[in-house]
């Protein structure tokens, strides 16, 4: 080691190696041979002290000693006296005075330069401060001063090699002991990782940044039912599976990268056997002490059974357990999932399709059958479908939908309808019989934009509705405004029922009058609903409903209640002149099986004979009703019931026909009097047309009351032509029982 | 089980250490051929430096003989490096032979070889940790069990805080150090400074940046913060030497422009 002292400042006394003998100028020391007072053994410990003083001020600057320069000195004295002591002595062996050299090393004088520092101050002060004995001649005194200094040397380079053969040995042993208690410690944070990574259940995979898979536990190796050496073979670019949610190897490239620390997704992969194995997985980035990637850590948990369990639970929950197709809670998810696309700007189309006269094979052959009908429907319309962004799923009862996601355009959905239609049209068979089942199929086909899912179910349905009023077996295309017509024609039926208990409808009269002498011959009863929102509705708004939804029947019952009990409260009043009352029938009425009995229980009930009843039926409920419904008829004139035909002359007035008909009256419809304007106007022929019906009536001896007459000019014609009763504006408009009390009072 | 290649080594003596060029400084042999190395090459670049660690040495030999004289006789001496001659333990016992003594370390090869040195005696101790978490330092058996910390304690920082960079927050880890300590205790402290040295400081710092324990030379004004809250005994915060220097202590050392050296108390 080169160690160049510096000078320090101010002491000059012993800084440079090479005049370790050449005092400062502050130095107190060389005047050392004048003899001290106080006896010899005094003066010669005296100048032994000074000698010490002046060898600690030499070598101290090449010490690195923790010692002050006092304290050194102090260490130097005993050393120096033993020094000088064997100067006196007839020496065969100088090795006593390696102690001195040794001394130095003890005080952490560990430089060479101390050594060379202090033979040089022994060489040439020692006896300057310590004269030997004059007995002693002066060249055995020299040889005796070379022999020590020898030993000295020797001295303090034995006991420097001992010492740091020593120190060595201690800090070696010392890196040795903190290596194994390192190593320990590794090793026990190892093994407990280890027994972590081999004992946890879940999957452990260690890959580095080139996508090899360097280590991998037990419970990664069984869930891939593999074997340890065949899985540190793969590399992770070969665990891609085809149903890997789309953005996973992006991750997992971030990941590499350094750009991120963890992702946590569900990933499936591949068992060496090729069945799938899903996973909760969870992949974390190891980094180095500078924060570089080192490695990547996969953990994974087999979710596949509960996935397989979460998917069935999702399958049966969102299919038809009976046809297999998917069910409301599908069709509406996939089509809410067209509408949750960003940006919208979809087209999606929806056809909603109701089997018509399902619920007759329902009731006639029994649910087994129905529902045997049910899975064919399904799978001839499963059959229609062109392509997966075509689907088709069961609402519920015998009504489905078809999805079409993005169109090509309103005629791939109405081609989609059509399809359905024409697989229809063959028969069912199904035990021995063939079932026709037709379907009415309300599109829909629209932008996402401006509309909800909702509100295009809706308009499917509304859309539905219309095709079953024309009469089903077809389509309807969805139109705004005829669906807004279809939309109040369904409020008003769908509330009727309702309406019939809470006793919003009532009945007005209009009278029938003599037109020889205006007498009150009879009155029509007419039904009004007094609807909440609409006001009131006449029976051309709500009957033709109540016909197709079949709640005509028990309209007309009450009809028929209301009208015979109030019949009755004018005989008792009026015992001589009461009114015959005329209640409508509707077609649905006339052919349904109970009539004969319910208008017999409603006269006995209202203690009405007969007489007092008229029932008006028209044309079309009669033409080409079967014989039950004409036997019916029979019965109730037979029972005394009048019996008269409505409007006549708008049907195609099949007079051979009136022949075989119970008919007493004929009511002429309104059409036929329109024409007549007095003596002067109108279209000659029309009164001759009226003239020809009247004479038939004549011929027949029916009755005929003519309707819709609105001015006096028509009902002189009317009388001209003797007709006997007519009804109309002209006499009297429809109002209230009370209008028609107080007219008899009156 | 095959060790994965992937888990760290623990030690490594291919990289020098501080507390082993510090016992080269000192003359001594418990070190490496990469602490002499890197030692050597600071000695060439700096010559003072083994007079500069000596003056610390003597700084804080004259700090623990001062601290017995105040009746403190527990000290904790963190950053202790590798014993050498005229340790903390000989010098309070020469004071006081009842003084009892922790080392703390936090190089394993400094702490194994002070335990060596120091097995079977009871009345002192030498832990691993690190003085950045001064609470589980303080909390640790070593400590506790040698320590009475309800008494005052003189805690050494002798050339250690140097070697915390400012972004592990030295001020406040000595703050939570200083705050856990009994009113009376003393802090010991001498830490190095460019000041005085300014063309030294910045290769010395260097040099120091490729060793295991890169250093951070710090001002007067810096070091004075270590001291919060605590009573500066006289002189105060002074260059090492001048830190109540021995009496009769006559030469000018060069290497007072090293380093700031002084002694709080807590109150």
Redesign the interface.
Known sequence: ?T????A????GTAGASGRPDAPGPDDPVPDAPAAPAGGPRAHEQEGLARFAGFWARVI??F????????ELERHLLPLATRLRSLLDEDLLDASPAQEVGRGLVQ?????PQVLAQSLTVIEACLLLYRPASPDIPSDVVRSRLSRLQAAVAAGFARALRD??RH??E??T???L???Q???R??HES?AKF?ALFEGLAVGIG?GDLQGRI??VNDALVSMFDSTPEDMRKMRVDDLVHPDDLPGVWDLYQQLIRGERDRFVMEKPYFRSDGSVLWTDLRVSL?RD?EGRP??QVAMLEDVTERKQINDRLRHQATHDPLTGLGNRVLFLERLEEVFAHEGGGRRVGVCYLDLDGFKAVNDSLGHATGDRLLVAVAERLTGCLRGPHQSVARMGGDEFTALVVDPAGPHEVTELARRFLAALAAPVHIDGRDLSVNVSIGVVESSTDGTTAARMVQSADISLYRAKARGGNCYAMHDPEADAREMSRYHLSTRMPEALESGEFFLEYQPMVSLADGSLKGVEALVRWRHPEHGVLGPDRFVPLAEETGLIVPLGRWVLEQACSQARRWQREFPDCAPRVNVNLSVHQVRSPGLVQDVARVLKNCELEPGALQLEVTESAVVGADDQALTALRELTDMGVGLALDDFGTGYSNFAGLRRLPVQTLKIDRSFISGLRGAEGGDPRDEQVLAGVLSLARTLELAVTVEGVETEEQAERLRSLSVQSAQGWHFARPGPADAITRALRG | ?E??D??????D?TRPSAA?MYDY????????EADREAA?KA?EMW??L??I??AN??F??RAVRHAVELGVTQFLDIGSG?P???NVHEVARAADPQSRVVYVDRD??????S???LEGDTRTGVIEADLRDGAALLEHPGVTGVLDLERPVALLLVAVLHFVQDADEPWDAVAELRGRLAPGSLLILSHATPEGRADMAGPHQDLYRRTGNPMSMRSRSEVTRFFEGFEMLDPGLVYMAEWRP?P???????TRFSGFAGVGRKP
């Open positions: 080691m160690r160049s002292p510096a320090p400042a101010g002491t101290y600057p010490t690195a000693t923790s010692m002050t320069r006092d005080a952490h004088c560990t430089d010492r740091t120190e060595q201690a800090i042993r010392a890196a002991t903190a290596h208690r390192s190593q410690a590794l190892e280890r260690v360097v280590d190891i002490e080192q490695y | 089980m060790r994965p992937w888990v760290p080594d623990g030690i003596v082993r400084y000192l003359g001594g042999s418990h070190n490496f050597a000695i010559p003072d083994p007079k660690m000596q040495r003597a804080m030999r590798i050498t001659f005229g394993p090869i400094a702490v194994a070889h335990q060596a040195l021995d009769g202590c006559r030469l000018e050392d060069p």
